[in-house]
């Protein structure tokens, strides 16, 4: 598959919380960097997630927001 998207980065599911209706996905990047994201639980299960799982961070996003203390 190939996709528009620019940012792909390589990691690996670290953990899945499930909720009610959605799950936090862990994801440690091949750089030791982490990432998380918020998925339906129902696409928790069509990927067939969990821990130690291989997965392609796709990140776009129309703003990028900075802070500093």
């Known amino acids: 598959m190939r996709l528009s998207t620019r940012n792909q980065l ?4 670290l953990s899945v919380t499930r909720g009610e209706a959605m799950a ?3 994801v440690r990047l091949t750089g030791g960097d982490e990432v998380t994201s918020s998925i339906t639980r ?3 299960d069509d990927l067939g997630l969990a821990e130690g ?3 392609k961070a796709l990140i ?3 703003e ?6």
């Open 24 to 26: 936090v996905v862990r």
């Open 42 to 44: 129902d696409a928790v």
């Open 10 to 13: 390589d990691g690996i599911v």
């Open 64 to 69: 990028v927001t900075l802070g500093v203390e």
């Open 60 to 62: 776009k996003s129309t």
């Open 53 to 55: 799982s291989p997965v």
